[in-house]
């Protein structure tokens, strides 16, 4: 077929809600971008391990410490889901890692903030995977196949984090003066790079009409930012905490919530490598990195030789 054939083909599919495969035909564009955003996609679950992470050790109960390490555990696998994902399209998972690493691919900004203390493990629960699950939701219904299915079962356990996040911050609330202080201070810290993380507004990205063209995307940022404003302020108020928004309105009008523009430039600044832990996020997938080397390095021998002996067994078996 003629590629303008292939491609009105490809388009056809997608317009009938057939997923796109990984043996299908596609657009290199379409290719690219998907790699693009499934790697950006699995990097941010990798360092989102990192904040959290940093807390285990620090974990008021011995029952906090379990929740907190299986989500910790649950974030790797959904980073390795996703490289999984991204590898059905011929990237090769130890490029994408160097990308990141070297800065040319990004992560989500919102893992370049600091967790000061025990409520932020519950602002970045409630918040940052509300957030998530916000814009995740509709990967459900991505174009692309592995990239759907993968969302189907990190949405699932996203929820489930969500959930534990608001339930500190229930607890905090509900606790003393001072522990509801920390919950207060820490939605002050989160709300607004929780708001970043759908990206900017619609139409700033040269990605977003093609993207809703192949449904690689369904809503935009704008919308889902919306969504998850709207499903977020009557959560503030059963906790009894205030959002950091002096011009936050429920406007009948529009059935929505009005709330302040946000500081794109703290936004860009952080995108930039500038946010506060930007550096140390880096340095520490790095020197995870070089730790993992032998063990990297052990795999792929055993899998040699394992495919050396598996030939020897056939050519045996054929003489």
Not at 8 to 17: G, P, S, T
Not at 41 to 53: K, W, Y
Not at 155 to 168: D, N, T, V
Not at 187 to 216: C, T, V, Y
Request: aromatic share 10%.
């Amino acid at each position: 077929m003629k590629e303008q054939n292939l491609e009105a083909h490809f388009q056809a599919k997608i317009d009938a809600e057939i997923k796109i495969e990984p043996k299908d035909w596609m657009p290199d564009e379409y290719r690219k971008t998907l790699i693009r955003q499934i790697s950006q996609h699995a990097h941010s679950e990798i360092v989102g391990m990192l904040p959290e992470g940093n807390w285990i050790t620090r974990a008021p109960s011995l029952r906090r410490k379990l929740i907190l390490l299986a989500k910790v555990q649950d974030e790797a696998g959904h980073g390795l889901y996703l490289y999984s994902a991204a590898e059905t399209l011929g990237a090769d998972r130890g490029d994408l890692v160097l990308q990141m690493l070297n800065g040319k691919a990004k992560y989500s900004s919102i893992f370049n903030y600091p967790t000061l203390n025990w409520a932020d493990i519950g602002a970045i629960g409630w918040l940052v995977d509300g957030a998530a699950i916000t814009n995740q939701v509709m990967l459900t219904r991505t174009s692309y196949g592995p990239y759907a299915r993968a969302m189907v079962r990190i949405c699932k356990e996203e929820s489930f984090h969500q959930r534990q996040g608001y339930e500190i911050m229930l607890a905090m609330s509900r606790g003393s003066e001072e522990q509801k202080q920390m919950a207060q201070d820490s939605l002050n810290r989160w709300w607004w790079p929780s708001l970043m993380m759908f990206g900017p507004h619609d139409g700033e990205s040269s990605h977003s009409e093609q993207a809703f063209k192949w449904k690689i995307k369904r809503k935009s940022n704008d919308e889902l930012r919306q969504q998850f404003v709207d499903a977020t302020i009557p959560q503030a108020g059963l906790l009894g905490l205030t959002v950091p928004d002096p011009a936050l309105r429920w406007n009948a009008e529009r059935g929505h919530y009005d709330f302040s523009p946000i500081n794109w430039d703290e936004f860009w600044n952080v995108v930039k490598g500038n946010g506060p832990c930007n550096r140390e996020r880096i340095a520490a997938r790095q020197k995870a990195c070089d730790d993992g080397a032998w063990v990297r390095e052990a795999a792929l021998a055993y899998a040699e030789k394992k495919e050396q002996k598996q030939i020897g067994a056939r050519q045996t078996a054929a003489a």
